[in-house]
């Protein structure tokens, strides 16, 4: 069998550098400033549990991607604030502060 060269995936020399995604770098958590406080927020793609959205109390069923978020700057500890993390929707998350 002869031999194929195969392609370098490199980037070729003198190419720029593509832009680093930071959120994807971060494994899809972000911190987010609202009136409600700091908030860590992750994007998650599926799970194989299902969750119930404290912004719409409908259910996020297996598999659907979603946000989990937590207070940053909880009065308890950050160790408080990851055990009441909750669930929302994509959605939800976005637009909790038009229901305030």
């Known amino acids: 069998m002869g031999s194929m ?3 370098s995936g490199k ?3 003198g190419a720029p550098h593509p832009e680093l995604d930071v959120e ?3 494994g899809g958590t972000r911190s987010e400033q609202g009136p409600d406080g700091t908030w860590t927020v992750r994007s ?3 799970t194989t ?3 119930l959205c404290p912004g719409c109390r409908q259910e996020i069923r297996t598999g659907t991607p979603h946000v989990v978020a937590w207070q940053s700057d909880a009065l308890l500890g950050a160790d408080a604030a990851l055990e009441l993390r909750r ?3 994509r959605s939800c998350w ?3 502060a038009d229901r305030r």
Do not use: G, Q
């Open 87 to 89: 669930h929302w929707h």
């Open 24 to 26: 994807r770098a971060r």
């Open 49 to 51: 549990k299902s969750y």
């Open 11 to 13: 980037r070729p020399w």
């Open 94 to 96: 976005a637009h909790r």
């Open 5 to 7: 060269a195969r392609r």
């Open 44 to 46: 998650v793609t599926s």
